[in-house]
């Protein structure tokens, strides 16, 4: 069994009448980078202060590294949990090098130690300890905020939506190179984020957070495919969800009879399609009339309605053909479908 690293038990906080959070309940395994993905409003920033210390939580407990850091009456400060933290815009000491921001919480021998210059390193800023921070890029600020976080080895690294400010070809490239960091140093982390292309792609597993609560946790994989409900299935994607009758392992849907991903109770039930099941074709399939193609460069996302009215949309390769609104193509579906009863 993987060792639990953080462990939040019932964890709630109210602002005067808001439950921002209304009972977590989180595990993070040692060396495990957890996305904490929601929407705005629905609580990740308090969970990461409370995380932090910033907070005083009203019951729960929360644990981390086998050291109980709130709840039953204690609250250990944010400066005695060593918990870093990664903020947004970085928050690096101005009139500081590089290498002074980095060492800043370490003992003269961790310094000494080549500690500095090796998350340097892992960051991808080997020989840039001399420089000032306003002689970096943004994206150069963010990977020494992350060297910083490391540094003295905490227990636990919390990233507070750390790539909001930049643009997104640099995202994507730090995403990588921060998520390698963290495995290499083999740090426990938290990310929070309301972005889910940030969280699938850059997280061992995704929490996903509405309304106060972690609704799901799994895999990025589990999280995509298998949704707990027709919410988290729309946020964490695209999603087709259709009305349908269950009858044994088929549904019965406006494309026909679809295998099912699992098990599901009979009767009236909303199924889930990823737009990148569908496939068009000239022929063949429940047949559709395109309502309009948005063209997106390696793909395009195509609406559709279908003879009954039912309006949907299918993401396919660009092969360079162009379907005008008005075309007639078939619609056949790729792979198992997820259902969900309806409730009675
Ligand atoms: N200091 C505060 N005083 C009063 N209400 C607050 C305070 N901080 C947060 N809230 C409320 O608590 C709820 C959760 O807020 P929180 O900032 O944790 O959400 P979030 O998911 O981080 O949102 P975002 O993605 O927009 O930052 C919201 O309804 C918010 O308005």
């Known amino acids: 069994?993987?060792?639990?690293?953080?462990?939040?038990?019932g964890v709630t906080k109210s602002y005067g009448?808001?439950?921002?959070?209304?009972?977590?309940?989180l595990d993070v395994a040692r060396g495990e980078l957890l996305a904490v993905l929601g929407p705005s409003g629905c609580g990740k920033t308090t969970l990461l202060r409370c995380l932090a210390g910033f907070e005083r939580v009203d019951s729960g407990v929360v644990t981390v590294a086998g050291?109980?850091?709130?709840?039953?009456?204690?609250?250990?400060?944010?400066?005695?949990?060593?918990?870093?933290?990664?903020?947004?815009?970085?928050?690096?000491?101005?009139?500081?090098?590089?290498?002074?921001?980095?060492g800043y919480g370490l003992d003269r021998a961790a310094?000494?130690?080549?500690?500095?210059e090796e998350v340097l390193a892992l960051v991808g800023l080997d020989g840039y300890g001399g420089r000032m921070p306003h002689q970096l890029s943004g994206g150069q600020q963010q990977r020494v905020a992350v060297a910083r976080a490391l540094a003295p080895r905490p227990p636990l690294v919390l990233l507070d939506e750390p790539f909001s400010a930049l643009d997104a070809q640099l995202r994507a490239e730090l995403r990588v190179d921060v998520r390698r960091a963290l495995h290499a140093d083999g740090a426990t982390a938290v990310l929070v984020t309301h972005d889910q292309g940030e969280a699938l792609s850059m997280a061992d597993a995704v929490a996903v957070m509405?309304?106060?609560?972690i609704v799901q946790c799994g895999t990025p994989a589990e999280v995509y495919r298998n949704p707990a409900d027709p919410w988290v299935a729309g946020f964490v994607g695209d999603a087709v969800l259709l009305p349908a009758t269950v009858d044994a392992d088929v549904a019965v849907t406006p494309l026909g009879r679809l295998p099912l991903r699992g098990p599901a109770a009979g009767g009236i039930a909303t199924v889930l399609i990823r737009p990148e099941q569908l496939r068009?074709?000239?022929?063949?399939?429940?047949?559709?009339?395109?309502?309009r193609q948005d063209f997106h460069g390696h793909d395009a996302l195509t609406t559709l309605?279908?003879?009954?009215?039912?309006?949907?949309?299918?993401?396919?390769?660009?092969?360079?053909?162009?379907?005008?609104?008005?075309?007639?193509?078939?619609?056949?579906?790729?792979?198992?479908?997820?259902a969900y009863a309806e409730p009675a």
Do not use: C, I
Request: glycine fraction near 12%; charged fraction near 20%; hydrophobic fraction near 45%.
């Open 1 to 9: 069994m993987t060792e639990s690293m953080v462990n939040l038990a």
């Open 17 to 25: 009448p808001v439950a921002a959070l209304a009972g977590v309940d």
């Open 67 to 102: 050291q109980r850091l709130a709840g039953d009456r204690v609250h250990v400060p944010p400066h005695r949990r060593r918990v870093a933290v990664v903020p947004q815009d970085g928050a690096l000491f101005p009139h500081l090098s590089v290498a002074d921001n980095v």
């Open 111 to 116: 310094r000494r130690g080549g500690r500095v």
């Open 210 to 213: 509405h309304a106060g609560r």
């Open 280 to 291: 068009l074709a000239p022929t063949g399939g429940s047949a559709a009339t395109v309502v």
């Open 305 to 338: 309605r279908l003879a009954d009215g039912t309006v949907l949309t299918a993401r396919t390769l660009d092969e360079g053909v162009a379907l005008p609104a008005g075309a007639q193509v078939g619609v056949t579906v790729r792979g198992p479908v997820r």
